[in-house]
């Protein structure tokens, strides 16, 4: 069976008046249908679409004014009254890019890393190796040990404090 496409009718356009649609919309009819796509997105998703219809939503934001348009916000929404929502907009001013690691790596090899703790102290940890014919548990042992005492040697000499 082939399918012929109309050439006069662009992605994004409403079939009727060729205005164009925003993304969302596209998306939000696509998924509540019966598609065999929507179908297995809702399944494996657990998405149930759900329309409140004639509520009151007000937004507790970080911003005043409008949010623009396309603009995703982290917070909560609850239900306060039989017609009214509440969000709550995360108070959080880092963002997840800033996230500072805890003990950062000083060191990253094959077999091992090595991490630094806020006091400046240094300690190894042992990568989780794909164990198989030719890398077996002896093995990455011995691997592990002279990586250690490669690195070992590496902050003996001074080099270390590079890394």
Request: charged share 25%; with cysteine.
């Amino acid at each position: 069976m082939n399918k012929v496409l109309n050439p006069n009718q662009q992605a994004g356009f409403t079939r009727f008046n060729n205005e164009p649609r925003l993304v969302g919309d596209i998306l939000t009819e696509m998924f509540s249908s019966n598609s065999p796509l929507a179908r297995g997105y809702r399944q494996h998703q657990s998405v149930y679409p759900n329309t409140e219809p004639c509520v009151d939503l007000k937004l507790l934001t970080r911003e005043p004014g409008r949010i623009p348009l396309g603009n995703y916000l982290d917070g909560v929404i609850t239900r306060d009254a039989e017609d009214h929502f509440l969000f709550i907009e995360n108070a959080t001013n880092k963002k997840r890019n800033d996230v500072q690691q805890r003990n950062p790596h000083v060191y990253e090899g094959v077999y091992i890393n090595i991490n630094r703790k806020p006091d400046g102290t240094l300690y190894p940890t042992f990568n989780r190796p794909q164990f198989n014919e030719q890398l077996s548990f002896l093995e990455f042992c011995r691997r592990a040990a002279e990586e250690l005492i490669l690195v070992a040697s590496g902050f003996a000499t001074g080099l270390g404090e590079e890394m």
